[in-house]
C-alpha cells in the first residue's frame, strides 16, 4: 500500500511525536509498503514563537498537493494540527478524498500552559480540525473519552511501542549509577523535553531523598540549571545511551499532567525501571500496580515506586511493541478510491 503521512513535527526536533512516527513508518516499510512523509524539512520554515526548536512551515495547498498528487497515495494521513497538515486538509477536502488523523498532544493544554490562554478556544480549532477524519487514531481509553466529551466521536485506538533491540535489556551507566554513591541514592531519573508544559519542575521540587537526573533538551533548560544546581542535567541522549540511563535509574519519574501517552514510560519499563507519576492521563493508561506508582503527592508515588519489581517492570514494558503498533495503524487507514480518484 502508498501511504501518505503528513506531518509538522519531525527531526530535528526530538520528541515522541517524531519517534512514533518515525518507528510506525520504519515498521510498515519493513512489512513492504511504500510511505511518503510530507514534513516541515521540505518547506522554507520559521521558529516557532516561545519554542524555537519547533519549525513553522510555509506550505501551500498547491506544494503539499503536488507531492501528494505525484506519489498518488491509496491511504493519507494527517499527523497534527500544524500548516502542513492544514494545507494537506484543504486538498484533500477539495477533492472529496477520506483521511485519518491523530490527536498526539494535548495542544489546548500546552498553549494554556505557554500563554494563559482558556483551552477551551483551542478546543474549538481542535474539533474543527478533527472533525472531516473519517477516523482519529488515539493512543488511550482516556485520551478517546477527552475527544469524545469535545464531541469527536470518530475515533480508533492507536498505541505506541519500544524498540526492543534498543531497550530491551541495556547495561546501567556506570556514570550515573556513581551519582548514587556515599548514600546520594535512589537515582530519579526524567527524560524528555525540558519545557513548561512538562511539568519537570515537580519533580525537581519533590523531597523524596536521592539524586535527580534530567535527560533532554528545551527551551526551560538554562533556567533549571541555575534554578536547580543540585540536579543532574546530563542533555539529550538517544539509542544505546539513552536505553543506559533508563538502566542506570532506580526509579523514573514522570510528572508531566498534558501528555496524551509518555513514550518514555513504556521504554523506562522495558529497562526495568519503575514509573512515578500523578494519576491523570497517560500514566493511568499505562501503568499498572505492579509497574509503577500514580498519587497527586509524587513524593509518595516516589516512594511506592521504588519498591516495585524490576522483572515485572520489564517484562510489562517489553509487550509493547511497534509492529503491534505499525498494525493498529494500517487498520484504521481509509482508502483513498485508488489511482482514478487522484487522477481527476
Not at 232 to 245: Q, R, S, T, Y
Request: hydrophobic fraction near 45%; glycine fraction near 8%.
Amino acid at each position: 500500500m502508498r501511504i501518505a503521512i503528513v506531518t509538522d513535527a519531525w527531526s530535528p526536533q526530538v520528541n515522541g511525536v517524531v519517534r512514533t512516527l518515525q518507528s510506525v513508518r520504519d515498521e510498515l516499510v519493513r512489512q513492504g509498503h511504500e510511505v511518503l512523509i510530507v514534513s516541515p524539512d521540505l518547506f522554507y520554515s520559521m521558529p516557532c514563537p516561545t519554542y524555537p526548536e519547533i519549525r513553522l512551515a510555509f506550505a501551500s495547498t498547491g506544494s503539499v498537493g503536488r507531492m501528494l498528487e505525484e506519489f498518488s497515495p491509496q491511504a493519507i494521513h494527517l499527523a497534527t494540527e500544524g500548516p502542513v497538515c492544514l494545507a494537506a486538509r484543504r486538498w484533500c477536502l477539495a477533492r472529496d478524498f477520506p483521511f485519518t488523523t491523530a490527536y498526539h498532544t494535548q495542544f489546548p493544554d500546552y498553549v494554556a500552559a505557554r500563554t494563559g490562554v482558556n483551552p477551551e478556544w483551542v478546543w474549538r480549532y481542535i474539533r474543527w480540525f478533527h472533525s472531516p477524519a473519517q477516523s482519529i487514531l488515539a493512543s488511550t481509553a482516556s485520551i478517546a473519552d477527552t475527544l469524545k466529551a469535545h464531541g469527536l466521536t470518530q475515533i480508533r485506538h492507536w498505541g505506541r511501542g519500544v524498540d526492543l533491540s534498543t531497550f530491551g535489556d541495556p547495561e546501567p551507566d556506570p556514570a550515573i549509577r556513581a551519582l548514587a554513591q556515599d548514600g546520594k541514592g535512589p537515582i530519579q531519573l526524567y527524560v524528555g523535553r525540558v519545557a513548561i508544559e512538562k511539568n519537570i519542575e515537580a519533580f525537581l521540587t519533590a523531597t523524596h531523598p536521592g539524586t535527580k537526573v534530567i535527560v533532554g533538551d528545551g527551551p526551560a533548560l538554562a533556567s533549571l540549571k541555575a534554578k536547580y544546581p543540585d540536579a543532574h542535567f546530563l542533555g539529550p541522549k538517544f539509542g544505546a545511551e539513552l536505553a543506559a540511563a533508563y538502566a542506570a535509574a532506580d526509579v523514573f519519574v514522570f510528572p508531566s499532567k498534558t501528555d496524551t501517552f509518555g513514550l518514555v514510560m513504556i521504554e523506562a519499563l522495558a529497562c526495568g525501571t519503575p514509573v512515578a507519576a500523578y494519576p491523570v492521563t497517560g500514566p493511568i493508561d499505562v501503568l499498572t500496580p505492579e509497574t509503577g506508582a500514580m498519587h497527586d503527592d509524587l513524593d509518595q508515588a516516589i516512594a511506592e515506586a521504588l519498591t516495585r519489581d524490576r522483572a515485572a517492570c520489564r517484562a510489562y514494558g517489553q509487550g509493547f511493541t511497534w509492529a503491534k503498533s505499525a498494525h493498529q495503524f494500517l487498520h484504521a487507514l481509509v482508502p483513498v478510491g485508488g489511482d482514478e480518484a487522484l487522477a481527476a
